[in-house]
Antibody, heavy 125, light 112 residues
């Protein structure tokens, strides 16, 4: 069964750091680009970051550029999101999502066919 | 950035009746590779999003055939031929033609 399971969310103070993980199973992880998408409470979806299948290419939304770092360990089938300098407006459920198309060094986005259940990040003092 | 808009934002429907959601992009979603990367996602209450339609009109695996997508360029439509109770939720369009990837604001579908 194809599955994504996020972890690492929690309560953190403004300016703090958190690292999210997304464990993948049921597919050849290294062959697919991965994404992080967040959803603030009661709000819509916002794309955060993406990484190609090999990890060579990374992409960020302007709202997180310079504060968040996406990475992956293909030997562990795991995606990460290192979040530094957290702000109250980063409070959201963070989902990892698999792209439907094959990706190696570069990432040409297609559609997000598999989503995890999400992990909640709360930034508050 | 490509801005995605959806209408209506709320759609009360009668069970068994059709529903239609419009999605418009601020610029053409036609990619230089010949594809148009417009997809539709469904988010049921308390659940993560789920892919319904990709590249305008392709139904994802396991999606009932009452869901269909159409459109081109900047104007796209998701149709549900006969709404069932399990279709209640929020529907998002999403463009993947250009970074940053962007979503529409969502259309809430509920039962009258």
């Amino acid at each position: 069964e194809v599955q994504l399971v996020e972890s690492g969310g929690g309560l953190v103070q403004p300016g703090g750091s958190l690292r999210l993980s997304c464990a993948a199973s049921g597919f050849t992880f290294s062959s697919y680009a991965m994404n992080w998408v967040r959803q603030a409470p009661g709000k819509g979806l916002e794309w955060v970051s993406a990484i190609s299948g090999s990890g060579f290419s990374t992409y960020y939304a302007d709202s997180v550029k310079g504060r968040f770092t996406i990475s992956r360990d293909n030997s562990k089938n795991t995606l990460y999101l290192q979040m530094d300098g957290l702000r109250a407006e980063d409070t959201a459920v963070f989902y990892c999502a698999k792209d439907a198309g094959y990706s190696s060094g570069w990432y040409n986005p297609d559609a997000f066919d598999i989503w995890g259940q999400g992990t909640m990040v709360t930034v508050s003092s | 950035d490509i801005v995605m808009t959806q209408t209506p934002l709320s759609s009360p429907v009668t069970l068994g009746q059709p529903a239609s959601i419009s999605c418009r992009s601020s610029q053409s979603l036609a990619h230089s590779d010949g594809n148009t990367y417009l997809s539709w996602l469904q988010q049921r209450p308390g659940q993560p999003p789920r892919l319904l339609i990709y590249k305008i009109s392709n139904r994802y695996s396991g999606v009932p055939d009452r869901f269909s997508g159409s459109g081109a360029g900047t104007d796209f439509t998701l149709k549900i031929s006969r709404v069932e109770a399990e279709d209640v939720g929020v529907y998002y369009c999403m463009q993947a033609t250009q970074f940053p990837l962007t979503f529409g604001p969502g259309t809430k579908v509920d039962i009258k």
